[in-house]
Nanobody, 120 residues
Framework: QVQLVESGGGLVQAGGSLRLSCTASGSIFSINAMGWYRQAPGKQRDMVARINSGGGTSYADSAKDRFTISRDNSKNTVYLQMNSLKPEDTAVYYC??????????????WGQGTQVTVSS
């Protein structure tokens, strides 16, 4: 069993900052890519940022220059530093990770989601 547990969401005023964390636990042999997605009410879930095992990153256009994704492989944890937050960033943020529990057996996992609300 593998679990992803997110933390760090909350209510913040426009222009403020939040830092999300997501830690993977359980039967883990290796972790490949990790990332953050978000889903606003009535909308599809979209990628915000991803980071591969080597530290390479990619961002949605809406997140570039404001958000920074990072990871601590020793802690099986991925972070999302969000600065200059806007009301349109309001959504449930989900952690995602591609994890193998045994050699060659890879699965895609999701966290339970954490609410981020940005007030104007």
């Amino acid at each position: 069993q593998v679990q992803l547990v997110e933390s760090g969401g909350g209510l913040v005023q426009a222009g403020g900052s939040l830092r999300l964390s997501c830690t993977a636990s359980g039967s883990i042999f290796s972790i490949n890519a990790m990332g953050w997605y978000r889903q606003a009410p009535g909308k599809q879930r979209d990628m915000v940022a991803r980071i591969n095992s080597g530290g390479g990153t990619s961002y949605a256009d809406s997140a570039k220059d404001r958000f920074t994704i990072s990871r601590d492989n020793s802690k099986n944890t991925v972070y999302l530093q969000m600065n200059s937050l806007k009301p349109e960033d309001t959504a449930v943020y989900y952690c995602n990770a591609f994890i193998s529990s045994t050699l060659g057996n890879w699965n895609n996992y999701w966290g339970q989601g954490t609410q981020v609300t940005v007030s104007s």
